[in-house]
């Protein structure tokens, strides 16, 4: 059995390199003084035995402790984890109190763009955010889906147009581009935000640079999991999407607020997951995932884009490999149904007739049995809810097709 505690300290003369705990006899908390600076163990263990946050723990058995610990700026914050060596134990965890509000100072680890080859940064959040610059539609959706429209002070980049089922909220926000133009760095810094979201190519070399850029200026940042570079992340996923909601919720401090609209995703995902887990690779239909078409080529996406987990979590299997393909190569693929992104400019009913009209294709399988499906463009890259309604959408059609 594992317990974690947090243990909060605040001195501006608490500057250490070494730490230790120690649990006595009794089952008293105390520190260890000879590795603690001279100056700062009265001041330490008086902090801790005033009353009011002593005995952080108490226990009958004996405890191994092992502590990590980040010094930043003015505040070191402990994240001690008792290890039980015997079972029965009975605890209660000190009640942080400190000039930020509950829940800070927040340590978040999260992703570099693409300038910064999407390396994990560690961020420190001594408060929750009051300005948002947004980033994207997915981005958008997903904070309104949380309710934190009302932090938003502009957004960029929205797709343009479709605004379903957040229309009213839409239309209050500021924009600072059209369609998909990211902002420059000179238009984000003119908004004053103290914390920018968006994708992973938004903090690019032709785009807002490095997450680190940002923290120098005393802005914190935030590039969703399934937008940054896959040798990093790993394979983008559905479940990326809940993490990023819960993530964001204990940025913003509403954990409580938006518990139960992202657990109402999770039962939703896992719904269709209990109906698909189990079913066999040659149980599962084939498709392929198309996001343009032009003349005797098309563009495929890849193995390790959200579709692929979309199409593996409805029921079926991905081929794709990603890239700008030939007619011929779709032929040789042969997959039982087509999944097309329909995006503003670019309607995906404009690509399946190019489809449905290429005699290259006829015995095509997918377009044989005009076995289409076409994904929003809110739900295919990065994700949002949009995403958890593509993946029950696509199931319903895969078990129809089954029929």
Not at 29 to 39: A, C, G, M, Q, R
Not at 69 to 86: E, G, H
Not at 243 to 251: A, P, V
Not at 259 to 271: H, M, P, T, V, W
Request: with cysteine; glycine share 8%.
């Amino acid at each position: 059995m594992r317990i974690l505690f947090s243990v909060k300290i605040f001195n501006a003369d608490l500057l250490l390199d070494k730490h230790a705990f120690a649990v006595t006899g009794g089952g008293m908390l105390i520190f260890y003084s000879w590795l603690w600076p001279d100056h700062c163990v009265e001041k330490a263990v008086s902090h801790l035995d005033d009353g009011k946050e002593c005995a952080i723990l108490r226990c009958k058995r004996n405890l191994m402790l092992e502590v990590e610990y980040t010094f930043i700026k003015r505040i070191t914050t402990f994240l001690v984890i008792c290890t039980l060596f015997a079972g029965g134990c009975s605890h209660r965890q000190a009640k942080a109190v400190n000039n930020y509000g509950e829940g800070y100072p927040l340590i978040v680890n999260n992703y570099d763009g693409y300038a910064g080859q999407g390396k994990l940064i560690q961020q420190v959040f001594n408060q929750a955010p009051q300005r948002i610059l947004a980033v994207s539609a997915p981005v958008i959706d997903n904070l309104i889906f949380l309710g934190l429209q009302d932090k938003i002070i502009a957004v960029a980049a929205d797709g343009g147009g479709r605004y379903e089922p957040y229309e009213k909220e839409y239309a209050k926000l500021y924009k600072v581009t059209e369609n998909h133009a990211y902002p420059s760095k000179e238009t984000v810094l003119s908004q004053k935000p103290d914390f920018v979201i968006g994708w992973g190519s938004l903090f690019g070399d032709d785009a807002l640079g490095t997450v680190t850029y940002w923290q120098e200026k005393g802005i914190h940042t935030y590039a969703m999991s399934n937008t940054v570079p896959t040798g990093v992340s790993g394979l983008r996923t559905v479940d990326n999407i809940i993490t990023d909601l819960r993530n964001i919720s204990r940025i913003f401090a509403i954990e409580n607020e938006a518990n139960d609209r992202i657990a109402g995703l999770e039962s939703r995902l896992d719904k269709i997951k209990r109906q698909t887990r189990d079913l066999p690779e040659e149980a599962r239909p084939t498709a392929v995932t198309i996001q343009y078409v032009y003349g005797n080529e098309y563009f495929e996406r890849s193995y390790s884009d959200l579709t692929a987990d979309i199409i593996w979590q409805a029921g079926g299997k991905s081929l794709d490999m990603g890239g700008r393909q030939s007619i011929e190569y779709l032929v040789k693929k042969n997959p039982d149904m087509i999944m097309l992104i329909d995006m503003q400019g670019r309607p995906a009913q404009a690509s399946i007739e190019r489809l449905k009209n290429n005699a290259v294709l006829r015995n095509v399988n997918a377009v044989k049995n005009n076995n289409f499906f076409v994904v929003e463009y809110r739900a295919f890259y990065c994700g949002s809810f949009h995403t958890i309604e593509a993946v029950e959408k696509l199931h319903a059609f895969i078990s129809k097709q089954r029929q």
